[in-house]
């Protein structure tokens, strides 16, 4: 179809395409550099839903209805609205902080009971980080894979007050793991 559409803005139109399917909706627009035909298709009392067909996939056109009193979309100017870039890039950076929190808070290449066992321990020990697949809480303590409570080894004396806290932790985290895999162990079976 290598005609002008702009002409009918604003008419209900009915357009069976090459497959023979069927759209009807007020025309919004046609762009003629790409070939496009916008057509506004929502009920009354519904949100605005569009379609863009390619001209080439037109196989017939129809005009419907009475011509529209007044041409609504050819007055419509576009008013831009207010962007606050400030209010965007602190967004922005809040995302980013959060994505790299999370990415610090993650553990690369550990099992999930070491990842469950650390969100554990960050969730009482803000002070708890990962070095490599260690557990290091307040630079005093480390909990070595696979996360036992004998893989819990004291950087600085036998057994700190640190030690006894994430020995604690870690223990009550295994025994939710033990009565959560018990419990998934007897679903559905």
Same mark, same amino acid.
């Given at each position: 179809?290598?005609?002008?559409?702009?002409?009918?803005?604003?008419?209900?139109?009915?357009?069976?395409?090459?497959?023979?399917?069927?759209?009807?909706?007020?025309?919004?627009?046609?762009?003629?550099?790409?070939?496009?035909?916008?057509?506004?298709?929502?009920?009354?009392?519904?949100?605005?839903?569009?379609?863009?067909?390619?001209?080439?996939?037109?196989?017939?056109?129809?005009?419907?209805?009475? +011509?529209?009193?007044?041409?609504?979309?050819?007055?419509?100017?576009?008013?831009? /609205?207010?962007?606050? $870039?400030? #209010? &965007?890039?602190?967004?922005?950076?809040?995302?980013?902080?959060?994505?790299?929190?999370?990415?610090?808070?993650?553990?690369?290449?550990?099992?999930?009971?070491?990842?469950?066992?650390?969100?554990?321990?960050?969730?009482?020990?803000?002070?708890?980080?990962?070095?490599?697949?260690?557990?290091?809480?307040?630079?005093?303590?480390?909990?070595?894979?696979?996360? +036992?409570?004998?893989?819990?080894?004291?950087?600085?004396?036998?057994?700190?007050? /640190?030690?006894?806290? $994430?020995? #604690? &932790?870690?223990?009550?985290?295994?025994?939710?793991?033990?009565?959560?895999?018990?419990?998934?162990?007897?679903?559905?079976?």
């Amino acid at each position: 179809m290598s005609t002008n559409l702009e002409h009918i803005l604003g008419f209900k139109v009915r357009v069976t395409n090459v497959l023979d399917e069927v759209t009807e909706g007020k025309v919004y627009s046609f762009n003629s550099s790409n070939s496009t035909l916008t057509l506004q298709t929502n009920k009354k009392n519904q949100p605005q839903t569009f379609k863009i067909i390619k001209c080439t996939f037109i196989k017939s056109l129809e005009v419907i209805g009475e +011509k529209p009193a007044t041409n609504v979309f050819k007055r419509q100017q576009i008013k831009p /609205s207010h962007v606050n $870039v400030q #209010r &965007i890039d602190q967004l922005l950076n809040k995302e980013l902080a959060l994505r790299k929190q999370k990415n610090f808070l993650t553990g690369k290449g550990v099992t999930k009971e070491g990842q469950f066992l650390f969100d554990l321990l960050y969730k009482t020990v803000s002070d708890t980080r990962w070095v490599e697949k260690k557990i290091v809480v307040l630079d005093d303590v480390e909990v070595l894979p696979p996360y +036992k409570i004998e893989n819990i080894k004291s950087l600085n004396g036998p057994d700190s007050q /640190s030690a006894t806290l $994430v020995k #604690r &932790i870690i223990e009550r985290g295994w025994e939710k793991l033990e009565h959560t895999n018990d419990f998934e162990g007897r679903k559905g079976g």
